[in-house]
């Protein structure tokens, strides 16, 4: 052949081959666990590694918390591995610039978002997110803010690597608060929330959280010092003076010891050697175009309109004619912030040429919910014909939280809501996704209108010290101090959180 023709072959096989390597790095991956679904556009492999660490960090928490060891996930984390800021502004167009990530278990799922990059600590933002939600799922407590930060501040830190775990290390940008930035007063980090703290201290309060936490759970003294002020502030006792009675000593005396912990005790072991079973699908190319888009979506207040994004959506979609994924996106997009007719044009079509699929049905049972919060003169209406729709996919999954929870909201229009029927549904969605505030919001005012307070007290204070609760913490305790339900808000409205992530989704950006 020659050496012309070997050459000539070779480059030919090299571009055949280039050709069909830009495709495979585009194409999202999706892997299922037991406990996670994990999407990400790295290759399978990488995604099926990030699967693996996952399962070994939600392993060290149970170890950690032995009451969590056999409790199985009754609603998976939806975990999105991101290139750049780009796209979790894609998911979150209203986030900071420095935001790397965050945590968001609104009424249609479980998700956390970060950005894949090693520039920001690594694994910690995804980490304190879910740490976050593993202490939602496993101790809704009403713990103080300053806890809930560093607890999560304290776990996310782990190293896994294929030899060893390793548990007590530090974030860069915690360790360099700690030694540059001028402390908060440890009266303001115990009583004070991050919603609280002014933006250019967050860094700060962040840091003396976690190295708080870390030196309280670092002795057994100490130890049992903390559960004792936990146990009296969740109690609703005042928190400066429950710290102080626990630890026999002022606030000063306490800061000062803070200051002179430099020594960090870390915990090692062999890494468990864990391999989840996984299932493991490429998405379809329309999931290049739409698939942040439609999560950005199910974060979306319903009746916020952004005309250019609603026609991107629509001429994205249009390039896949008939594509299952494309179609759910696009009629998500008109009941969102469309055209609610054009809407139920595509579900009408999909129910008709497949009448039991599960998230046909409950997207066009949603779809009717959400036309009924934009248009207040057919809600009625539009709530009822909701139900039908919602029955069916009840019936094809009976331990599914959206359905559920959608069917009890489609009944909030009725004059006896909430009946029994209503607080059994929504005290079932609310066992199996406890980390959805929105649902322990309407499930607590639920039982406040039925006159079950002590019930209603117990569900609704752990969102009062929720560090980011914002206008629902303010609600629950408004309606806590006046004893009723007041008003309660449309699904959806409690995702208002997702236009600007809070500092939670950014635990290893300093703040500026």
């Known amino acids: 052949m020659g050496v012309r023709g070997l050459v000539v072959r070779a480059l030919s096989s090299l571009a055949a081959l280039l050709l069909l390597a830009g495709p495979a790095q585009a194409t999202w991956v999706r892997v299922e666990t037991d406990r996670f679904v994990v999407y990400g556009h790295g290759g399978e492999t990488s995604v099926r590694d990030f699967a693996t660490k996952l399962t070994t960090y939600d392993w060290v928490l149970r170890s950690f918390h032995p009451s969590t060891k056999d409790r199985p996930a009754l609603t998976k984390v939806q975990v999105f591995l991101l290139s ?11 986030s900071r610039p420095s935001t790397q990530g965050f945590y968001s278990a609104v009424n249609e799922g479980v998700f956390a978002f970060a950005v894949n990059s090693p520039d920001f600590g690594g694994d910690d933002v995804l980490f304190h997110e879910y740490a976050h939600h593993f202490m939602l799922e496993n101790f809704p407590t009403a713990y103080p803010a300053w806890f809930i930060e560093g607890w999560a501040e304290y776990f996310m830190t782990t190293e896994i690597t294929k ?3 390793k548990i007590g290390g530090y974030n860069p940008a915690r360790a360099f608060a700690i030694f540059n930035e001028t402390w908060l007063p440890m009266s303001e980090l115990l009583a004070r929330s991050t919603a609280e703290t002014r933006p250019s201290r967050v860094n700060a309060y962040y840091s003396e959280a976690w190295l708080l936490t870390h030196y309280m759970r670092s002795d057994p003294t100490r130890a049992r010092q903390l559960d004792q002020a936990l146990r009296a502030i969740a109690d609703g006792k005042d928190p400066v003076k429950s710290m102080e009675e626990a630890t026999g000593g002022s606030l000063e005396r306490l800061a000062a010891s803070l200051r002179r912990y430099r020594k960090l005790q870390t915990i090692q072991f062999d890494n468990p050697g864990l391999v989840p079973k996984m299932a493991v699908t490429v998405l379809p190319r329309s999931a290049d175009d739409l698939l942040l888009d439609s999560v950005r979506l199910v974060l979306s207040p319903t009746g916020r309109v952004d005309a250019g994004f609603l026609n991107g959506v629509r001429r994205k979609a249009a390039r896949y004619p008939g594509d299952r994924f494309a179609e759910q996106t696009l009629a998500r997009a008109e009941f969102v912030m469309g055209d609610v007719a054009a809407g139920e044009a595509v579900m009408k079509r999909r129910l008709e040429a497949q009448a039991n699929d599960l998230e046909d049905l409950l997207l066009a049972g949603t779809g009717q919910l959400m036309a009924g919060m934009r248009d207040r003169a057919v809600q009625e209406a539009r709530y009822r014909a909701a139900r039908p729709l919602l029955g069916k996919a009840y019936g094809l999954d009976k331990n599914d939280f959206r359905t559920l929870y959608a069917y009890a909201l489609s009944r909030s229009i009725e004059p006896k809501y909430p ?8 005290r079932e969605a609310h066992y199996l996704a406890p980390s959805v505030q929105e649902i322990t919001f309407r499930y607590g005012a639920g039982l406040l209108q039925k006159g079950q307070r002590a019930d209603a007290v117990r569900m609704l204070t752990p969102l009062i010290n929720d560090p980011h609760g914002g206008e629902m ?10 004893g009723g339900a007041g008003s309660l808000p449309d699904a959806g409205s409690s995702q208002d959180a997702a236009k600007s992530p809070q500092p939670s989704g950014q635990p290893s950006a300093p703040a500026n």
């Open 84 to 94: 750049d800021v780009g796209e979790l502004q894609r998911v979150a167009p209203l």
């Open 163 to 165: 030899e060893h775990v």
């Open 419 to 426: 009946n029994d029927n209503d607080l059994a549904a929504l």
């Open 473 to 482: 913490a303010a609600q629950v305790r408004t309606m806590l101090e006046q």
